[in-house]
C-alpha cells in the first residue's frame, strides 16, 4: 500500500473534480481520471503565502476552540501549526520547510491531509454557499422536534403512571406475604452499603476528573513540547539531509518503526503514549472547554502498568490474549469467550448499572448488536432509560452526578467492545447536553431534556440523515448500473432499496469475506425484495471489478484527512476499483465525522476473536490451526477496521451533501458549531 | 435489583417424595447434607446479591414452618416474604396467587428443590440479552453413578420423567420445542413454521429443565390470567410460550407496551422498525422471519422469543423431585459436588463434627458426614453416608450408601444399605434395611 502511495499522484486529484455537487446535480463522479491529473500538477504553481495561511484551517483538524475563537490565540496556533509537520518528515523526506512557514509543494505530493489549495479554496467557497441553507434545515427541522417533544414526554409519563397503576395495585390480594426475615440491622446495613456506594462514586468521580485535568495539562504540555522537538528535528534534518533518502525508505521505515512514528505522526491524534514525567504544570490552560474537547489518550494496551491499573477498575473480567502480533499489541485483546459468562454470571452483583446499560453492553459482548448505526441508536436508547429512572442523590448536583454516571456506562460499555467513532461523538454530545443544562430547570424537566435531545439526535443525526444520503444517493444510481457493495451498510442496503423501489434498473455485486459473512444477510434481504444480485467473495474482487460501473461503501468513521475507516476490506476494494477507474461513493452519516487523522489502521483499530479466522465453518476437518495458541511462533492477527486513504475516494455522501473527502473538515468543523453544541 | 424480582416456589408436602416428606418435615425442608434443601437455593440466590426474595410454599402449615426456619436462619441476610397458597394450586397457581406483588420488569422464578451453583445471573443475562418472553435454564442432568439402589424398571422411569426433549436452534439459544421426556412416547410434533424459522432444529434429549425461568412480567401475567386452566408452569406456562412464539397473541399487547415505554416517543415506531430492519437482535436466521415478514410493526410483534440458558457440563444441577434424587443429591453433596454443601471436608474427604463420638475399630470413610451430637458404637462401618443430628447407633452397624437423619436409634448389628431413615426412627437389633424408605409414621 505504501509503495503504491508514491507514485499514485497520477490518480490524487480527481476528488477534486467531483467537486462539491449538490444534490439535484446528475454530474457523473468523475470518470475521467486523466483530466485532472494535468490540472492539479500544475495547479499549484507556488501559490501566494497568504492563501495558503487563511486555506490552512480547514485542513488542520483544529479542536474546535481554535476555529471558534475569533483571532487565533497565539498559544493555539503555535499547538496547532506543528502538525502537518511532524507528518511530513516521516511520510515524505522533502524536509526541508521552515516551521511555520507553509510549503505548498509539500502539499501536492503530500498524502492525505494536504490539498491542493485551489481546490481547497474551492471547497471552502462551494462549501459556505451550501452550508447556510443546510444549517437552516437543520435548525428549522430541530426546532420543530424540540417543540414536539415536550408534549409527547408528557403523555408517555402519564401512561407509564397508569400502567403502573394497573401492574401493582390489584386490591383483591389473593395471598398476602408474611415477611419471614427481614434484615434486621437494615438502617445501619443500608447506610453502610450506602456510605461504600457514595465512596465508590466519588472516587468514580474525582478519579476521572483528576485525570482529565492531568491529562489535559499533559497534552498541552506535550503539544509545547513536540512542537518544540518538531521544530528541532525540522532544523537537525535541514541541517543534515543524509536522513532523506529515496522514495521507498520512508514507506518501509513507516511500516517497520511504528513506535516513533506514532509519536510523532499526529497533532491532535491522541495515540501518543502519556509520559509520566512532564507532569509539571507549565501552560496550563485553565478553560473549561478546553479539557473536554482535548481527546482522551487512547489506553496503550502494551503498557502493562496501565493495564494493570485498568484492569482493577474494570466491571468485565478481562484475560487477556497470549500471541498478539506485535505490532497491534496496544489494542486490547482478549480470549473470546471467557468475558461473555463472566460478565452474565455477575449480572446482579453490579448495583450501579442501569439494567438496560447492561443489556446493551451485553449484547455488544455477544454481538447480537454490530453495525455503527444499530450499536449508537441501542447505546443512546439505553443511556434515555437511565436519564429516565435517574433521581439525583441528596446533596448532589444532577450534572456532575448524571455526568460521573454516564462516564461510568461508557467506561462499561467499552469493557464490552471498544467504542465506535460514531458512538464517541454521540456520548460527547449527551455530556454536552447535560453540562450545558440551566441550573434553573427542575430534576424532572432536565431530564425529559435530555430525553428529548437524546430522540432528536437518533433522528435526525440518524434516521433522517440515512434518508438525506439515500436520496442524494439515488440521483448517482442510473439505469443498467452494475452496483458494488461490501459487506453489509445499513445505508447502502437502504440506497440500493428505495433505488430499486424508483424503478431503476440495475444489479448489485455484493463482495462478502469472512469470518462474519455479514453481506449474506444483506444478499437475503435483497435478493427477498427482488433485486438481481451476484455474490462474491473478496478474493474475486479483481475479477468482479471489471463490469462493475459504481461502489457504493458504507464507512465506521469518516475523518478529517478524509481517510474512511470502515469495516475491514473496505480499502482492498476502494483501491482496487480506484485502479479499474470506477468512482467510490462513501455512504456516511456527518456524526461519524470525526476531526482525528489517522494514516494508518495500525494506530487505532479493533481486534476481533482470533479464532474466528483459525475456524471454518461446517469443515471440522480443516483444523490445522487448532491449538494455534500454544504455538509461540504463530500470532493470528484478526482485524476490524481498516483505512481507506482519501485518494481512492471519489464522493462522500453525507448528510450535507455529496462532497469531496477533502471537504470533510469543513463539515467537521461546521458541524461542531453548528449543530451538534448548541 | 436490575428490575428483576425472585420468586421461589417452595412446595408443599409432596406426595411424590411420600414417606420422607410429613406435616413436620415439608418438602423445602427436607435435609440435604443435614441442611435444608431450600437453603441451597437461597444461598445460590443470596450469593448473587438478591437478598428480596418471595417465598411461595403450598399450606398454611408448611408455609408457618418454613417461614419460622427462614426467620431463624436467614435473619440479617436475607428479606424474605412468605407465601402460603393453598395445596395442589400447581406452581401456576402459586405464580397467579403472589402475581400482583410482582412489580418488576422480569420476574425470576426458581423451584425451591433446586441444588445447583449455575448462577441466576446468566439466566436473567441471557433472558435480558435477548429481550425474550421466558428463558429457561437447561442442564445436562447429573451424571448419577452407578447407584445400587432401585429397580431398573424404576430407574428407567425415574430417568424419562428427569430428562426433557428440547428443540434448540443452531445457535443453542432459542428454544423452540419443549416436551417432558415421559410425555413423549413416539413422536414429537413440531411446528413448520418454527422449522421454517430457524431452518435448523437440533432436538435434545439429554437436557433438563432445571426450574428456574426468567419471565417477562407482563407476559406471564397475561399468561396466568387468560388461561386459568394452566396448573403448572413446566407443563403448560413455558411449552404454550414455546409453541405460540411465531404468533404470539398474549403479548401482542404485552410486548407492545413495553417496547413503547423503552422508547417512549412518537418516533419510537420509527426506530422500531429502524432497529428490527438491521437485526437489533439478531442471532440467527431467526429473524430473517421477522424481515420476511410483511414489514409491519404490528406483525413484527407478534412475536416473541423464548430462550434458553444452557449451563456448562461444570456445573451441578439437581432437582429434589423424587427419592432417588434425594438420595442422589445427598450423595453428591458430599460426593463430586462437595463445594455446594458449603462445609470443609477433612482430609479423609469426610465430614465429622467434632462432638461426634467415635468408638472404637470404627470407620468412617470418604464421602461421609456425621453431623453433631451423634454417637456410634464400636466396629461400625460407615461408607458414602450421610448421618445427622444427635443419632445413636451402636456396635457393629454397616451403613452405606444412606441418608440418616436427625435422632435416629440404631441399635447393634444393623445392616442398612441405600436406604433412607427419617427423624426419630428407632431402629431395634440386627435390622437389615434394603432400599428402604423409614420414616415413623
Not at chain 1, 502493562?304 to 474494570?314: P, W
Not at chain 2, 439466566?123 to 439402589?149: E, F, I, K, N
Not at chain 2, 415505554?261 to 437485526?279: C, E, I, K, L, P
Not at chain 2, 474427604?349 to 464421602?367: D, F
Request: glycine share 6%.
Amino acid at each position: 500500500m505504501d509503495v503504491r502511495r508514491g507514485q499514485r499522484t497520477v490518480i490524487d486529484p480527481k476528488v477534486r473534480q467531483v467537486g462539491f455537487v449538490p444534490a439535484g446535480a446528475t454530474r457523473p463522479p468523475a470518470r475521467s481520471h486523466s483530466v485532472p491529473t494535468d490540472a492539479c500538477s500544475s495547479s499549484p504553481p507556488a501559490p501566494e503565502l497568504p492563501l495558503s495561511g487563511s486555506s490552512l484551517s480547514p485542513v488542520m483538524i483544529p479542536p474546535p476552540r481554535h476555529s471558534s475563537a475569533d483571532g487565533l490565540p497565539s498559544l493555539s496556533r503555535s499547538a496547532a501549526s506543528p502538525v502537518p509537520i511532524p507528518a511530513s518528515p516521516l511520510r515524505r523526506d522533502t524536509v526541508q520547510i521552515p516551521i511555520g512557514s507553509y510549503n505548498p509543494s509539500e502539499s501536492v505530493l503530500g498524502s492525505s491531509p494536504m490539498i491542493s489549495p485551489s481546490s481547497r479554496l474551492d471547497a471552502v467557497s462551494e462549501f459556505s454557499d451550501e452550508v447556510p441553507t443546510s444549517a437552516w434545515l437543520g435548525r428549522s427541522g430541530s426546532g420543530k422536534f424540540a417543540s414536539s417533544f415536550p408534549s409527547s414526554s408528557g403523555e408517555m409519563m402519564t401512561m407509564k403512571i397508569t400502567g403502573g397503576g394497573s401492574g401493582g395495585g390489584g386490591n383483591t390480594p389473593k395471598s398476602s406475604l408474611t415477611t419471614a426475615s427481614v434484615v434486621k440491622a437494615l438502617p445501619g446495613v443500608s447506610e453502610k452499603d450506602r456510605g461504600a456506594l457514595i465512596e465508590v462514586q466519588n472516587e468514580g468521580i474525582s478519579k476521572p476528573q483528576k485525570q482529565k485535568t492531568s491529562k489535559a495539562e499533559r497534552r498541552a504540555i506535550q503539544e509545547a513540547q513536540r512542537a518544540a522537538k518538531a521544530a528541532a528535528k525540522e532544523a537537525g534534518e535541514a541541517v543534515k539531509p543524509s536522513a532523506s533518502s529515496g522514495g521507498a525508505l520512508p514507506a518501509s521505515k513507516q511500516g517497520k518503526v511504528v513506535k516513533p512514528s506514532s509519536q510523532k505522526k499526529d497533532g491532535p491524534q491522541v495515540t501518543a503514549p502519556v509520559v509520566p514525567s512532564e507532569k509539571k504544570v507549565g501552560d496550563r490552560i485553565p478553560d473549561k472547554d478546553r479539557k473536554k474537547d482535548v481527546p482522551h489518550p487512547r489506553m496503550q494496551f502494551d503498557d502493562k502498568h496501565r493495564v494493570e491499573k485498568a484492569k482493577r477498575r474494570a466491571v468485565v473480567n478481562q484475560s487477556e490474549a497470549r500471541n498478539r502480533v506485535e505490532l497491534f499489541r496496544h489494542l486490547p485483546q482478549y480470549i473470546h469467550g471467557t468475558q461473555l459468562p463472566d460478565l452474565e454470571s455477575k449480572f446482579f452483583q453490579l448495583d450501579p448499572m442501569h439494567p438496560s446499560v447492561y443489556k446493551v453492553g451485553l449484547q455488544y459482548l455477544s454481538g447480537v448488536i454490530s453495525g455503527g448505526n444499530a450499536r449508537c441508536i441501542a447505546m443512546l436508547l439505553a443511556f434515555q432509560e437511565a436519564i429516565k429512572d435517574y433521581s439525583t442523590p441528596p446533596e448532589k448536583a444532577l450534572v456532575r452526578d448524571l455526568t460521573a454516571k454516564i462516564s461510568s456506562y461508557v467506561s462499561f460499555l467499552i469493557e464490552c467492545r471498544p467504542l465506535s467513532i460514531s458512538m464517541g461523538n454521540a456520548i460527547k454530545f449527551l455530556k454536552n447536553r447535560i453540562a450545558k443544562l440551566p441550573h434553573t430547570l427542575s430534576e424532572s424537566e432536565a431530564k425529559s431534556s435530555l430525553q428529548s435531545d437524546i430522540d432528536r439526535f437518533i433522528n435526525e443525526k440518524i434516521v433522517i440523515a440515512d434518508k438525506v444520503i439515500v436520496g442524494h444517493a439515488v440521483t448517482k444510481i442510473r439505469d443498467g448500473d452494475i452496483l458494488l457493495t461490501y459487506g453489509s451498510s445499513s445505508v447502502v442496503e437502504m440506497i440500493l432499496l428505495y433505488a430499486h423501489e424508483l424503478g431503476k434498473q440495475f444489479r448489485v455485486v455484493l463482495v462478502d469475506s469472512r469470518p462474519k459473512l455479514e453481506g449474506q444477510a444483506l444478499l437475503h434481504r435483497l435478493v427477498a425484495k427482488g433485486l438481481n444480485c451476484t455474490y462474491t467473495h473478496i478474493n474475486a474482487i479483481s475479477y468482479v471489478m471489471q463490469e462493475v460501473t459504481r461502489v457504493f461503501l458504507g464507512a465506521s468513521s469518516v475523518l478529517s484527512n478524509g481517510t474512511v475507516y470502515s469495516r475491514v476490506g473496505t480499502a482492498c476494494v476502494a483501491m482496487v476499483a480506484n485502479a479499474f477507474q470506477i468512482p467510490v461513493l462513501i455512504c456516511c452519516e456527518a456524526y461519524k465525522f470525526h476531526e482525528r487523522v489517522q494514516l494508518d489502521s495500525i494506530c487505532s483499530n479493533e481486534l476481533g476473536d482470533p479464532d474466528v479466522i483459525s475456524k471454518v465453518a461446517g469443515r471440522n476437518d480443516l483444523n490445522h490451526l487448532e491449538s494455534w495458541a500454544d504455538n509461540e511462533n504463530l500470532q493470528l492477527l484478526n482485524l476490524i477496521y481498516d483505512a481507506t486513504p482519501s485518494d481512492y475516494v471519489s464522493m462522500i455522501i453525507t448528510d450535507y451533501g455529496m462532497i469531496p473527502p477533502t471537504s470533510v473538515p469543513v463539515i467537521v468543523r461546521e458541524y461542531r458549531r453548528e449543530h451538534l453544541w448548541i | 435489583m436490575m428490575d428483576f424480582q425472585v420468586v421461589v416456589l417452595a412446595g408443599g408436602t409432596a406426595k411424590k417424595l411420600a414417606p420422607l416428606v410429613s406435616k413436620e418435615v415439608p418438602k423445602a425442608l427436607l435435609p440435604v447434607a443435614n441442611r435444608p434443601v431450600l437453603s441451597y437455593v437461597l444461598e445460590l440466590l443470596e450469593s448473587s446479591n438478591l437478598k428480596d426474595l418471595i417465598v411461595v410454599v403450598e399450606g398454611e402449615d408448611a408455609a408457618l414452618r418454613v417461614g419460622g426456619w427462614i426467620s431463624g436462619a436467614y435473619v440479617d441476610r436475607l428479606h424474605v416474604e412468605v407465601a402460603a397458597v393453598p395445596e395442589d394450586v400447581g406452581t401456576a397457581g402459586a405464580l397467579r396467587a403472589v402475581a400482583h406483588h410482582l412489580t418488576a420488569n422480569d420476574v425470576l422464578i426458581v423451584s425451591g428443590d433446586l441444588v445447583s451453583d449455575v448462577p441466576p445471573g446468566a439466566v436473567a443475562a441471557t433472558h435480558r440479552r435477548h429481550g425474550a418472553v421466558v428463558t429457561t435454564l437447561l442442564c445436562y442432568a447429573p451424571v448419577s453413578g452407578p447407584s445400587d439402589t432401585g429397580s431398573s424398571a424404576g430407574k428407567d422411569k425415574v430417568k424419562k420423567s428427569r430428562y426433557n426433549i428440547v428443540g434448540l436452534d443452531p445457535t443453542r439459544q432459542l428454544l423452540l420445542h419443549i416436551a417432558a421426556g415421559a410425555e413423549v412416547e413416539k413422536d414429537i410434533r413440531v411446528q413448520k413454521n418454527i422449522l421454517r424459522a430457524v431452518g435448523q432444529l437440533e432436538i435434545r434429549a439429554d437436557l433438563m429443565d432445571a426450574h428456574m425461568y426468567a419471565f417477562k412480567r407482563t407476559v406471564l401475567q397475561d399468561v396466568l390470567d387468560q388461561k386459568d386452566t394452566f396448573h403448572s408452569i413446566r407443563q403448560d406456562v413455558l411449552p404454550y410460550l414455546v409453541r405460540t412464539q411465531l404468533r404470539s397473541e398474549i403479548s401482542a399487547n404485552g410486548l407492545h407496551k413495553v417496547e413503547d415505554n423503552a422508547n417512549g416517543r412518537v418516533s419510537s415506531q420509527n426506530y422500531v422498525t429502524w432497529m428490527s430492519q438491521h437485526r437489533e437482535i439478531a442471532p440467527s436466521a431467526y429473524q430473517e422471519l421477522l424481515a420476511l415478514s410483511p414489514r409491519s410493526p404490528e406483525n413484527a410483534l407478534r412475536t416473541h422469543k423464548c430462550c434458553a440458558y444452557i449451563a456448562s457440563k461444570s456445573k451441578y444441577c439437581a432437582r429434589l423431585n423424587s427419592i432417588q434424587a434425594f438420595s442422589d443429591i445427598n450423595r453428591d453433596v458430599v460426593g463430586e459436588a462437595s463445594h455446594l454443601s458449603g462445609y470443609s471436608f477433612s482430609s479423609q474427604n469426610n465430614i465429622i463434627h467434632p462432638s461426634a463420638e467415635l468408638g472404637s475399630k470404627t470407620t468412617v470413610g470418604p464421602q461421609c458426614m456425621l453431623a453433631e451430637g451423634s454417637q456410634m458404637g464400636d466396629k461400625c462401618s460407615v461408607k458414602r453416608s450421610i448421618i445427622g443430628r444427635h443419632c445413636r447407633i451402636g456396635s457393629n452397624v454397616k451403613i452405606v450408601n444412606s441418608v440418616v437423619m436427625n435422632h435416629v436409634t440404631i441399635e447393634d448389628g444393623c445392616l442398612v444399605q441405600g436406604s433412607v431413615i427419617c427423624s426419630n426412627v428407632h431402629l431395634q437389633e440386627r435390622v437389615v434395611l434394603k432400599d428402604c424408605q423409614i420414616s415413623p409414621m
